[in-house]
T-cell receptor, first 114, second 109 residues
């Protein structure tokens, strides 16, 4: 158990809908990272938050947004969903602000858009 | 061409064999990471390297910065090592994390 909790584990929704994925980092970790893993693209870095502020942005679509709350949990919001958004979404956390320190991954949320 | 290339894509080994997975990258990097993804989907960070060699149990990771190449070795492989091993580098024009496509390892008893 990495100590990073992601909910829900599975999500099935229709095209055009909006969903929110939640991540609780390890106790004491200030950085949260979001990644997308699709069959054709593999793993891709989406965005990083550090202590409530956006620190780095990767290949995140404009339809997607994220935030980190004062209690350090983070949410990834995906809107106007398309079939191609079906993927595994991972959250990771680390103590520091570096782009990828020794990060600890959650179990992922499997999103299926139908 | 992908900025991070892994080989082989798939690897089947017998229990006890010595395993090598390779990673080559074409961008300047500040660090390289090896990740393990289990069949259930969970990801574990194995190593973070910026030079030299690191060892943890039966796993050894090496990196040659000049040659832009890293290897992950597994000694005395075991069926529980069966997983996808992913190489990732922190580099490129935006300095983001760039992932290889992964190597799927299957160790037979």
């Amino acid at each position: 158990d990495s100590g990073v909790t992601q909910t829900p584990k599975h999500l099935i929704t229709a095209t055009g809908q909006r969903v929110t994925l939640r991540c609780s980092p390890r106790s004491g970790d200030l950085s949260v990272y979001w990644y997308q893993q699709s069959l054709d693209q593999g793993l891709q870095f989406l965005i990083q938050y550090y202590n409530g502020e956006e620190r780095a942005k990767g290949n995140i679509l404009e339809r997607f947004s994220a935030q980190q709350f004062p209690d350090l949990h983070s949410e990834l919001n995906l809107s106007s969903l398309e079939l191609g958004d079906s993927a595994l979404y991972f959250c990771a956390s680390s103590p520091g602000s570096g782009r990828f320190a020794e990060a600890f991954f959650g179990q992922g949320t499997r999103l299926t858009v139908v | 061409k992908n900025e991070v290339e892994q080989s082989p894509q798939n690897l089947t080994a017998q229990e006890g064999e010595f395993i090598t997975i390779n990673c080559s990258y074409s961008v300047g990097i500040s660090a390289l990471h090896w990740l393990q993804q289990h069949p259930g989907g969970g990801i574990v960070s194995l190593f973070m390297l910026s030079s030299g060699k690191k060892k943890h149990g039966r796993l050894i990771a090496t990196i040659n910065i000049q040659e832009k190449h890293s290897s992950l070795h597994i000694t005395a492989s075991h069926p529980r090592d069966s997983a996808v091993y992913i190489c990732a580098v922190y580099g490129g024009s935006q300095g983001n994390l760039i992932f290889g496509k992964g190597t799927k390892l299957s160790v037979k008893p």
